[in-house]
């Protein structure tokens, strides 16, 4: 049986070490491909896998899950599949919020998710708004995220201040830029998966990537489990982590 976390009990540090795991979740349409279903399929299934892997990083203790659920980049698909993706995760916000909310979880989204339609922002800030007082783990979903985007938004709130003297423009250092992404009151990152063989980062968390560890699985998104998750947390346990060090 699975164990059940109390989000108002502090718990202890889990041995795996790890804080804030990121996800690329990669392979839904080839996983629908496979079973020669439409590409909708494979989202479902990815919905699947992603209620899955929130709990299960729940019960492992993690602080911060972040999910890259839809690129800045992911526009130049088909309309359909953009209205698909659209709809799946509005559903998912629907249904899931209440058991979210009960076992104390946050919900944040990183990205420019103000550009999405009107109705989803405003039911994403309601669920956001609604979590923020809770206690328990973060699952962090990207949402019309680009790295490169985020970098360009801080760069310019940084510029404004710099225009409205509020700082020196050559005392901004690492700290600021942290403290101006969208990422700004995460955990540092720790470890960063893909799936699905692909071995590249997508434009995904480039600045917080810096030392995080990165694990690729050749495993499809919708195949991905509590198991899967326990192995990357194994593999990101025999890192060794010198942060530049010795
Ligand atoms: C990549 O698979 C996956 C995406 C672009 C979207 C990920 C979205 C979900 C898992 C569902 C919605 C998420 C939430 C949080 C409700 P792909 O389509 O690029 O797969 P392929 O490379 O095999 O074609």
């Known amino acids: 049986m699975a164990t059940q976390v109390r989000p108002d009990v502090p718990q202890p540090a889990p041995a795996h070490g790890a804080r804030h795991v990121a996800i690329i979740m990669d392979g839904n349409g080839r996983w629908a491909k496979k079973r020669l279903l439409p590409r909708i399929a494979g989202h479902r299934a990815g919905v ?5 892997v929130s709990r299960a990083a729940r019960e492992m203790g993690l602080e911060c899950l972040t999910l890259y659920a839809f690129s800045s980049e992911n526009w130049k698909r088909p309309a359909s599949e ?52 809770n206690s328990g783990p973060i699952i962090a979903i990207a949402l019309n995220y680009g790295a490169q985007d985020e970098m360009v938004r801080a760069a310019q709130a940084l510029a ?11 005392a901004i250092g690492v700290g600021d830029i942290d403290a101006t992404l969208d990422t700004a009151d995460l955990p ?16 995904f968390m480039l600045w917080q990537a810096a030392y995080a560890e990165l694990y690729f699985t050749d495993m499809l998104w919708p195949d991905f489990d509590a198991n899967a998750l326990a192995q990357a947390l194994d593999a990101f346990r025999l890192r060794d982590r010198r942060f530049g060090g010795l």
């Open 48 to 52: 699947e896998a992603v209620r899955r």
């Open 82 to 133: 953009v209205a698909d993706l659209m709809g799946l995760l509005r559903h998912f916000i629907q249904a899931d919020l209440d058991e979210f909310h009960a076992n104390g979880v946050r919900l944040r989204i990183i990205g420019n998710y103000k550009a999405l339609e009107p109705s989803l922002v405003a039911l994403i800030e309601d669920a956001v708004k609604r979590t923020a007082g």
């Open 160 to 170: 404004q201040r710099v225009v409205a003297g509020e700082i020196a423009a050559d």
């Open 188 to 203: 540092p990152l720790d470890l960063l998966i893909r799936t699905s063989g692909e071995q590249r980062l997508s434009n």
